[in-house]
């Protein structure tokens, strides 16, 4: 420990802090620009001088080091003086735009300027122009002469983002912050760069001129697109959300967020939101009051009569603990067990123990660990913010770091080692890992695997994952959805426990775990999403799902739907639902609403709305709890969320409980034989995983999302004969479609990428399986 | 990444050698050697350039670009022929380098950073070169030096570049 | 191919020469560098006589001062080097580009291998088994020669695997600059060997803690390690003899300017100015001196009164008001405009600033357009006090002294020739030009 004294106050340090370290602790505020406690100390701006006795001359306390009895003074002449003197130069090649700039209200050079700024200036030359760079749909540079170059961007984008795509290109006056010629920033983080600018530099492209940061309110809310749980706070003007920043929580998503969670908001304001009741008639549909939709169903409903057992519930994940809670109960007071979030999941078999959706340990101690094998996961685009943590493990904590995918995925981590493996042959891939580790370890083979030879590859993961202490094997959403999941997730059990490593499974939405605590899955002889839509039913009942878009054979799910009788969509969206849909009720999406999500970790998070509803539209848990009482059932008196929470408090004592049981998988599954032929590898792209992001039109401009291609390796493009642009006919399960053909070089060698979400998974299905295809069109004859 | 490569065989291979002088996994030291074995023989630095030379060093080819623009040497549009630099700082302007310049700028109508009409010459103005004891002190293409090239050498020096 | 400056006598850099004895513009290969008792020094040292300590022992004794612009004591720094193994380099600083410098040029192309000797002593003084060259850009055929005296000495065993059958290793490259006069500075420099753009680090930490790769790293210039092999050959007592105390040795000065004979001359420290003016055959056409600038165009501008009346040495210069730098002597006769001199130079700082940090980014620019603007006859009252206090603003106040060196110029031009700025800013013209 260290103890210096700035400003006369004494203060206690570790060694190794900096002044300005020791600053923070009193509550001591130096001016600065280019230092950010998550970044590297860059000491660029001086705007932190300080005056050190002693020292000759005022030093940067962002980069000076506290020495035992070091006496500091922040604001005496001499520091004052030296700040005083930074500003000016920052200013006078400052275009002194506030009253047009976006930044205008928060602004870090703006509020100094105040406080350090003379009041004329003495420059009289003319000032510098920046022109304006061009870095895609959702960072804007477009007032690069507002830049003051303290490289927290560039910075961020080495750092953090782990790619490099701006630079500080340029020498001396010169200098100027751009992409390489002609590129956009295409990093899952790039948004981050917009709020560790400090100045008006960088801004978000969709919000640029939307409003006066004065006139925004706003409030804090949790990340509904994926599993760990972001702490966002959303900023609105008027009743619409139309802006998302980060709210710092450092044991989830520090301070930053995915471009996902950042620009998603559009989504929210789209044309499509569903704001009235409305229901089927005659094959059109008519706005209708609450009450009169409601009496439908029941009237509806008690015509019909339905068996029980042909009544199907499908909820999303993006659902919140509170709905889903209650939409089971509803579900199974009608006497339904045919209830299941997991829309996505091929294979819903049961694994042979109760193995929850979560990351088996805390978001934070995942940079603790020495080694990570992820089993089919895109992690930077499925979980952008713990792909962040994982390249801290790796480059801090030099963990060790395997991955089993059908393509390259890219981690931006040198030393990672990533095997391509086509989706059929995962399971037995992870066989041999488990042989491989047996031999190592000494241990008696599994009899079902004792035979299959090791390839050198599994080899390697093997060796990896022998040494070391804290170990973690990630499924991701790949191998959940693959059509062998339950495969999959046992060998990684079985694993785990010969490796000793932690599993920890990735799966679909924010609260994947709600859905799981409260029972939105079938007892033993209830119907898995999948067979729900396999074949038709009498009645569904919708929550948040879009199942064209969110099913994993939405061709087959949504013929089940149509033939259905009764199709009630509990949807904050029309056009989807309207395809199958007879009844559409009008909810709050996650940020006109109160509720809970349950993270990766299991970290229960509450919000409020941060929006009033729109039109008509309501939160789904009074939405169902006016039905379980219209429709005569006893416990559905929740005046308020508060009831229902309390209903809750023994899920959650469940969950916790369930959470740390230890799971006990020991029967190896069969040598599996993969497929042949050609293969089809279906992922959800980042920007389509689920009705909110899907209609966020910034992000859906991005290259990210595009998805109406049939994407192929070299290989298989030269065997072809194809090249880009031309249109290639691909055949699953007797339908087919034609796509313009796409070469990544990323793909393993027999698998063909048509993703989920796209225009042909509509037609051909989705999940995985054997494809054929065939070139009928070249590039050329197409235009 | 590129996939067809600019540079000969010779200047990959004098790359190499670059390369090996640094410990390995630190290929990126070799970047300012490749950009001017590049700019040897390429006359100059096209995006397309860098990008190679970027691929080949493993490089993103923005950090290369940051070192492109950096170095004063590095020509980042075409020159002519030749590329005729000449030092104006202070030690060189005592010994008459602006009296040389003016001759230049003259006899070849052009003022710096401009080709003359027959795309024989790039005038520049540089830095000092650390040979002010031969002031005026130009340099031809990066690697040649000449020294006290006064007014009245100003002629015969364009006369030898044009022959050769 | 080296095509400027003939062959030359071997007196040249004059009769005190230590480094440059006996060069003559030929003679800089092995065989020849070796007659002239080349590598004695490294042979010395190795052949077991001599501890690491040893040498930083001698060369402390001897007060050899950098030769590079600061005039840090090398022996000192040489032991701010961590003891014990791990991975150390030596790094030697040729990227001679302060206005008015140029014998780092004449040593690498007339006499290599005493800088190669020097380093690899220096190298098994710190413990470093691998050095690198970082040779300005701009001279490129002396970056080739020097490459072909690495492989002279490779071949010879002076460099590579156990030198000279000893248990020592070290190896020596060559890297070339490319224009970016800030890579002298030696954190940018070092950042450029690492294939970045050359621009300064903060410290601490300094290079000998973290220096390159991460690693500790001697940095010295040229000229520095050229003074080694004499200095441990007659030893440190001799070497700091042959100057005066705390200002060991001789030093090469590179005069350029108005004299009759630019060019480089090795000294005794401590030699009078009037002398070394002699030896450079005086002030050009017989013209009266106005002002010197002693150590590199980065160092404060002296009056002929105030030179004349100086010695050439560390302390003295310092004493005198300015500083002895890289030991570039810049004349300026009576002829000159001190405003034209200073535009010239303000120009420089401002194109060479590495644009890094806001001071020296910003406020060079600044200095060269209230220069220009004076310069051309726009200047207003209070310009120059504006000039002095934009300088206070930027002086020590940056990341790396090119900051300092940007300001410093201003306020000696502005302290020892005020009239002039201020006879600009009343009539608009030049009063030394106009006449
Ligand atoms: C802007 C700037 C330019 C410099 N240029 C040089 C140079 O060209 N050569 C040199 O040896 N030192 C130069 N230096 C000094 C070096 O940073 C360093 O102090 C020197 O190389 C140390 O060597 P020495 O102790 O042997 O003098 C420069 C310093 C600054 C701030
Ligand atoms: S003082 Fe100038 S050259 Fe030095 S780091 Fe700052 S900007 Fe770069
Ligand atoms: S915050 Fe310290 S120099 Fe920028």
């Known amino acids: 420990m260290i103890t210096l004294e700035i400003d006369g106050k004494k203060v206690e340090v570790d060694s190794g802090s900096t002044v300005m370290d020791a600053a923070s602790k009193l509550g001591i505020h130096v001016p600065h620009f280019c230092y950010h406690k998550k970044l590297s100390i860059a000491a660029n701006c001086r705007m932190c001088l300080v005056e050190v006795e002693k020292a000759p001359k005022p030093l940067p306390a962002c980069a000076t080091p506290a020495t035992q009895d070091m006496k500091v003074h922040t604001r005496s002449e001499q520091a004052k003086s030296a700040q005083k003197g930074v500003m000016e130069f920052l200013l006078i090649n400052h275009p002194l735009d506030c009253p047009i700039c976006d930044q205008g209200g928060e602004c870090q050079l703006q509020d100094l300027a105040v406080g350090y700024g003379g009041s004329g200036s003495r420059f009289e030359e003319s000032k510098r122009m920046v022109g304006t760079k061009e870095l895609g749909p959702l960072v804007s540079a477009a007032e690069m002469s507002r830049c003051i170059h303290c490289t927290r961007c560039v910075r961020f984008g080495q750092e953090v983002a782990g790619i490099m795509e701006l630079g500080m290109v340029g020498r001396g006056e010169h200098s ?395 949807s904050a969206f029309k056009d989807e639902v309207s395809n199958y849909a007879t009844v559409m009720l009008p909810i709050s999406p996650f940020s006109e609403t109160s509720g809970t999500f349950i993270n990766m970790e299991g970290k229960r998070q509450q919000f409020g709305p941060v929006a009033p509803a729109k039109g008509q539209s309501r939160p789904a848990w009074r939405l169902i709890a006016a039905l379980g009482k219209l429709f005569g059932f006893g416990g559905f008196e929740y005046e308020s969320i508060e009831k229902v929470r309390e209903a809750l408090r023994s899920v959650y004592d469940d969950l916790d409980a369930n959470l740390r049981k230890k799971i006990d998988i020991n029967e190896m599954p069969d040598a599996l034989r993969p497929i042949e032929g050609i293969e089809r590898f279906a992922d959800v792209p980042m920007y389509s995983v689920d009705a909110v992001v899907r209609r966020a039109p910034a992000l859906q401009s991005t290259k990210e999302a595009i998805r109406d291609y049939l994407w192929l390796g070299s290989d298989l493009s030269k065997e072809l004969g194809a090249v880009n642009g031309d249109v290639v006919r691909v055949e699953q399960d007797g339908k087919h479609i034609e796509l313009p053909a796409q070469i990544d070089v990323s793909l393993a060698g027999s698998v063909v990428r048509v993703p989920m979400t796209s225009n042909a998974s509509k037609v051909i299905g989705g999940i995985g399986g054997p494809v054929q295809i065939t070139k009928v069109a070249s590039f050329e004859a197409n235009v | 990444m590129s996939q067809t490569r600019m540079l000969s065989a010779e200047a990959y291979d004098a790359i190499d050698k670059e390369v090996a002088k640094y410990p390995p996994n630190r290929k990126q030291s070799a970047v300012m050697a490749a950009l001017a074995i590049a700019q040897n023989e390429l006359g100059w630095l096209s995006e397309s350039a860098v990008e190679d030379v970027a691929s080949y060093l493993e490089m993103r080819a923005i950090a290369v670009w940051e070192v492109a623009t950096f170095y004063g040497m590095y020509n980042l549009k075409k020159p002519g022929r030749y590329k005729l630099s000449i030092c104006t700082n202070l030690p060189c302007a005592l010994q008459g380098a602006n009296k040389t310049v003016d001759q230049l700028k003259a006899l070849l109508g052009i003022d710096f950073n401009e080709t003359d009409l027959d795309g024989l010459l790039t005038l520049k103005e540089a830095e000092c070169m650390g040979a002010c004891g031969d002031a005026p002190v130009v340099i031809i293409n990066d690697r040649e030096m000449r020294g006290k090239i006064g007014v009245e050498d100003v002629e015969k020096l364009l006369e030898e570049l044009k022959a050769r | ?393 930027i002086g020590g106040r940056t990341i790396c002294a090119l900051g300092d060196a940007a300001a410093l110029p201003v306020k000696s031009f502005i302290e020892h020739f005020r009239p002039e700025f201020e006879y600009l800013v009343t009539h608009k013209e030049s009063q030394i030009e106009s006449k």
């Open chain 1, 176 to 570: 100027e912050i751009m992409s390489f010629v002609g590129s956009t920033v295409e990093s899952e983080l790039s948004g981050n760069m917009i709020d560790v600018c400090p100045v008006g530099a960088l801004t978000s492209k969709p919000f640029r001129y939307a409003a006066r940061t004065w006139e925004l309110a706003r409030r804090k809310t949790v990340s509904p697109h994926d599993a760990l749980g972001s702490n966002l706070i959303a900023q609105l003007k008027g009743d619409s959300v139309i802006r998302v920043v980060p709210n710092e929580n450092a044991e989830i998503n520090e301070c930053w967020i995915s471009d996902r969670d950042r620009f998603s908001y559009e989504g929210l304001n789209s044309l499509d939101r569903l704001t009235e009741p409305m229901i089927k008639i005659d094959g059109s549909w008519e706005e209708v009051d609450w009450a009169v939709a409601l009496d439908h169903i029941k009237e509806k409903f008690s015509t019909l009569n339905a068996d029980p057992n042909r009544i199907g519930a499908l909820s999303a994940p993006q659902a919140t603990t509170e709905e889903l809670y209650l939409f089971q109960k509803f579900i199974r007071e009608l006497g339904s067990e045919n209830v299941d979030y997991r829309l996505r999941q091929a294979d819903c078999s049961n694994t042979g123990a109760n193995a929850l959706p979560w990351l088996g340990m805390s978001i934070g101690d995942v940079e603790k660990l020495d080694s990570i094998l992820v089993i089919g996961s895109n992690i930077r685009k499925e979980q952008p913010l713990l792909a962040h943590r994982i390249r801290k493990a790796v480059n801090q904590n030099s963990a060790s770091l395997a991955l089993i995918n059908p393509m390259r995925t890219d981690t931006l981590l040198t030393s990672a080692q990533e095997f391509t493996v086509s989706p059929s042959r995962v399971p037995i891939f992870m066989q041999q890992i488990v042989k491989a580790v047996s031999v190592q370890l000494g241990v008696e083979i599994p009899a079902a695997i004792n035979h299959i030879n090791v390839e050198p590859d599994a080899q390697k993961v093997a060796d990896m994952l022998v040494v070391g202490k804290n170990k973690l094997i990630l499924i991701g959403a790949l191998s959940r959805h693959h059509p062998d999941r339950s495969k999959i997730e046992k060998i990684s059990h079985i694993l785990g426990d010969l490796v000793d490593a932690k599993i920890g499974l990735l799966s679909d939405g924010p609260n994947s775990l709600g859905a799981e605590a409260t029972k939105n899955i079938p007892a033993r002889s209830g119907l898995t999403a999948r067979e729900m839509t396999a074949n038709a039913l009498d009645v569904y009942f919708l929550l948040h799902a879009e199942m064209g878009e969110d099913s994993c054979d939405p061709d087959v799910a949504i013929d089940a739907l149509k033939s259905a009788k009764l199709v009630v969509a509990m």
């Open chain 3, 1 to 393: 191919m080296i095509t400027s400056n003939p062959p030359f006598s071997q007196d040249s850099y004059g009769p005190e020469a230590v480094i440059m004895k006996g060069v003559n513009g030929v003679n800089w290969q092995l065989a020849e560098y070796e007659k002239r008792g080349g590598y004695q020094a490294l042979r010395k040292i190795l052949s077991d006589e001599y501890s690491p300590g040893d040498v930083i022992a001698e060369v402390k004794k001897s007060a050899l001062r950098g030769r590079g612009g600061a005039g840090f004591p090398t022996g000192l720094k040489w032991s701010f080097m961590p003891k014990g193994d791990g991975q150390k380099y030596i790094v030697c600083n040729s990227d001679e580009g302060e206005p008015g410098t140029f014998k780092d040029r004449d040593l690498l192309r007339y006499n290599p291998h005493i800088v190669i000797e020097g380093m690899a002593i220096a190298a098994y003084a710190i413990g470093a088994s691998v050095g690198y060259n970082y040779i300005h850009g701009e001279i490129w055929e002396v970056y080739e020669r020097f490459e072909e005296a690495l492989e002279e000495a490779r071949s010879a065993g002076y460099l590579g695997d156990k030198l000279l059958g000893s248990d020592f290793s070290f190896d020596l490259f060559a890297h070339h600059g490319f224009g970016a006069y800030i890579c002298g500075e030696e954190t940018a420099l070092l950042e450029s060997i690492e294939g970045k753009k050359g621009q300064p680090r903060f410290k601490p930490p300094f290079p000998a803690s973290y220096g390159l790769y991460g690693c500790p790293t001697t940095i010295n210039n040229t000229e520095t390690f050229a003074a080694v092999p004499s200095l441990i050959l007659g030893g440190g007592d001799a070497y700091l003899a042959l100057g005066k105390p705390n200002n060991g040795g001789t030093k090469i000065f590179s005069v350029s300017g108005d004299v009759q004979n630019p060019g480089n001359y090795e000294v005794r420290l401590g030699t009078p100015f009037s002398k070394l003016l002699e030896m450079a055959g005086g002030v050009r056409e017989g013209n009266r001196l106005k002002a010197v600038i002693p150590g590199g165009s980065s160092m404060p501008v002296l009056p002929a009164n105030i030179m004349m009346s100086t010695d050439m040495d560390y302390d003295s210069i310092a004493e005198a008001g300015s500083m002895l730098g890289s030991g570039a002597v810049i004349i300026m006769d009576e002829t000159r405009c001190m405003v034209r001199c200073l535009l010239r130079l303000s120009y420089f700082y401002h194109e060479e600033s590495c644009g890094q940090c806001t001071p020296c980014r910003e406020g060079t620019g600044w200095l060269y357009r209230l220069v220009k603007r004076i310069h051309s006859g726009l200047g207003e009252e209070g310009d120059i006090d504006k000039l002095l206090s934009l300088s206070d603003n």
